[in-house]
């Protein structure tokens, strides 16, 4: 079955960096493309970023364009996501999700998500 | 950039009706994505392009979109649906994923 496994998750000071890891299994990873989507304490959801199966577009939302990097490894089936220069508004739960293979959206499977808490 | 505007809340007695609507721009030419998501769990796709369910997604859940308004219809509301529901599009101008922001909704 598939399954996305979300780590990395911690506890930042502002301006620092972090990277969170999605492992993927149960389908075939290469195939698909993958998004990041975050969620702040009580509010509702933010898409973040997303890469394509073969790793040659990737888009981003305008509240972390030039501070966050997407990337995935095929060999380990594992999607990054690398986060610099945060800010206290990027404390969230963030979620791996999976799209379409010729599509962007919707995302039929999601991980159970990791913490990010951005405090001094 | 897009805007999708969702009521915060709805509330609806078991056995009864919800609606829940998404308004966005000439929404009826995108595809719309339903998302239901309890406390604590991820969220689950419930609708997708407009009104198609995936599988093992019960017949109460249905969709529409048309002009600037997209709508979520829960069929004899069960306890269990008490939930945010989350509509979504893609904005092809922007190359970016928009969601709405959410719905609770509350079975009295």
């Known amino acids: 079955q598939v399954q996305l496994v979300e780590s990395g998750g911690d506890v930042v000071q502002p301006g620092g960096s972090l990277t969170l890891s999605c492992a993927a299994s149960?389908?075939?990873?290469?195939?698909?493309?993958v998004h990041w989507v975050r969620q702040a304490p009580g509010k509702g959801l933010e898409w973040v970023a997303f890469i394509r199966f073969d790793g040659s577009s990737k888009f981003f939302a305008d509240s972390v364009k030039g501070r966050f990097t997407i990337s995935r490894d095929t060999s380990k089936n594992t999607l990054f996501l690398q986060m610099n220069s945060l800010r206290t508004e990027d404390t969230a739960v963030y979620f791996c999700?999976?799209?379409?293979?010729?599509?962007?959206?919707?995302?039929?499977?999601w991980g159970q998500g990791t913490l990010v808490t951005v405090s001094s | 950039s897009y805007v999708l505007t969702q009521p915060p809340s709805v509330s609806v007695a078991p056995g009864k009706t919800a609606m829940i609507t998404c308004g966005g721009n000439?929404?009826?030419?995108?595809?719309v994505h339903w998302y239901q998501q309890k406390p604590g769990q991820a969220p689950v796709l419930v609708i997708h392009y407009d009104s198609d369910r995936p599988s093992g997604i019960p017949e109460r859940f249905s969709g529409s979109n048309s002009g600037n308004s997209a709508t979520l219809i829960i069929s004899r509301v069960e306890a269990g649906d008490e939930a945010d529901y989350h509509c979504?599009?893609?904005?092809?101008?922007?190359?970016?994923?928009?969601f709405g922001g959410g719905t609770k909704l509350t079975v009295l």
């Open positions: 149960g389908f075939i990873f290469s195939s698909y493309g």
């Open positions: 999700a999976k799209g379409g293979r010729t599509v962007v959206i919707p995302f039929d499977y």
């Open positions: 979504q599009v893609w904005d092809g101008s922007k190359d970016h994923v928009v």
């Open positions: 000439n929404i009826g030419s995108k595809s």
